[in-house]
């Protein structure tokens, strides 16, 4: 393969069909049919592939400076990224599970995912104008950085380290637990449990819906926040926060500081630690029983 540099228009369906190539373009191919191959482009060097149709699995798994642009890659295309190193995917659509694991340096652009289990132990991870939709997406992901993301699953964001996430809507539950140094900026987090366990999140002109969020967090920062449904929330928090309209309940925060225009409840007893945080609600302390 080391001679070809392009291959165009043509039907791929056997074993490791393009195996370890190198400086090759890939253009309206489709990696298909009733050979069933696996590991199409395997051990790839420096592969752009463009405007092709994939339904085998694992197409790309060991490939370094790999850019995948215009593609589809179906539900049958199970786990087509695996201990890649760089890899841009720009304009794709993409259904297929457990997306992306171990990789290193990954941009994802302008495309329309669907994966359970995306990005785990993965490395790098940039993404923006996306669409992605997954259960347990980025578990033990570290270094993401998110902009217009559009994403819903359960369970996302869990155990990542270092992420930066902004202007995206999150559909979740159990999201960002035990998490360390996480920021989200100007983003819409909808769901339940948000945050448990948590270190360093920090929440930046955010709106935050659903139940019982960001208990047993340490060194949590809420700046201009707003919140809906948001019951029992900061229980056990170690919390800085500014929230701008109505708390539904606040409970047994640990410590810290709580600013909010108003709030409909705060809980502060049959607490097992001993909790010292300062809660001030339309002006006035609360911070009291």
Not at 231 to 240: A, L, Q, W
Request: overall charge negative.
């Amino acid at each position: 393969m080391k001679k070809i540099d392009k291959v165009e228009n043509l039907r791929f369906g056997e074993e490791r069909a393009l195996y370890g190539a190198r400086d090759l373009l890939v253009v309206g191919c489709r990696f298909e049919g009733e050979e069933d191959g696996e590991s199409a482009l395997k051990e790839g060097r420096r592969i752009t592939v463009r405007d092709s149709y994939f339904a085998l699995r694992y197409p790309f798994w060991h490939d370094t400076a790999l850019t995948v642009k215009n593609c589809e890659m179906t539900e049958t295309c199970r786990a087509p990224f695996w201990y890649d190193r760089n890899v841009t995917l720009d304009g794709c659509k993409m259904h297929g599970v457990k997306a992306f694991r171990e990789c290193r340096g990954v941009d994802v652009r302008k495309s329309d995912v669907v994966s359970p289990e995306f990005g785990w132990r993965s490395r790098g991870i940039t993404l923006s104008d996306t669409t992605l939709s997954g259960e347990y997406a980025f578990l033990f992901a570290r270094g993401i950085v998110a902009h217009n993301l559009t994403f819903s699953g359960k369970y996302s964001f869990q155990y990542v380290v270092d992420a930066e996430i902004a202007d995206s809507t999150l559909d979740t539950k159990d999201a960002f637990w035990h998490t360390k140094n996480v920021t989200v900026r100007d983003s819409v987090i909808r769901g339940e449990y948000l945050g448990w366990y948590s270190e360093n999140l920090t929440l930046i002109r955010c709106k935050i819906i659903g139940t019982q969020p960001l208990c047993y967090c340490r060194n949590l920062t809420l700046v201009d926040c707003e919140t809906e449904g948001c019951d029992f929330s900061f229980e056990y928090s170690s919390v800085t926060a500014t929230v701008r309209g109505d708390v539904l309940s606040i409970k047994n925060p640990l410590s810290g500081r709580i600013v909010c225009d108003s709030a409909g409840e705060i809980i502060l007893k049959d607490t097992v630690y001993p909790c010292d945080c300062e809660i001030v609600v339309g002006g006035e302390r609360r911070d009291h029983l």
